[in-house]
Nanobody, 125 residues
Framework: QVQLTESGGGSVQAGGSLRLSCVISGDTNSINLMGWFRQVQGKVREGIAAIVTDSEDTCYAPSVKGRFVISRDTAKNTFYLQMNTLEPEDTAMYYC??????????????????WGQGTQVTVSS
């Protein structure tokens, strides 16, 4: 089993920054893919950033590329989402997730099998 715990959400003004953290516990050796997703009420959960553990290849949704950065700290069993230049449109519930596919970076939900409980990010104008 894998357990994920997010932290770092909150309320900020437009143009501000937040850093989300996801702590991984359990069978960490099975994880090959780590990602961040967000969901607004009534809309589908979308992948916004992902990283492959072995290659460190990353991929981003066009809406956040250049503003958000995904990274990991192997020693701390933690990965992060640094969010800069936040916009009101970034307001959502944010989830971290892990999966087992190897050798490619994907933001598609079908490749992830463990999920955190979510942390709310609210950006005001």
């Amino acid at each position: 089993q894998v357990q994920l715990t997010e932290s770092g959400g909150g309320s900020v003004q437009a143009g501000g920054s937040l850093r989300l953290s996801c702590v991984i516990s359990g069978d960490t050796n099975s994880i090959n893919l780590m990602g961040w997703f967000r969901q607004v009420q009534g809309k589908v959960r979308e992948g916004i950033a992902a990283i492959v553990t072995d290659s460190e290849d990353t991929c981003y949704a066009p809406s956040v590329k250049g503003r958000f950065v995904i990274s990991r700290d192997t020693a701390k069993n933690t990965f992060y989402l640094q969010m800069n230049t936040l916009e009101p449109e970034d307001t959502a519930m944010y989830y971290c997730a892990t999966g087992t596919p190897e050798f490619f970076c994907s933001r598609a939900r079908r490749y992830y099998n463990y999920w955190g409980q979510g942390t709310q990010v609210t950006v005001s104008s």
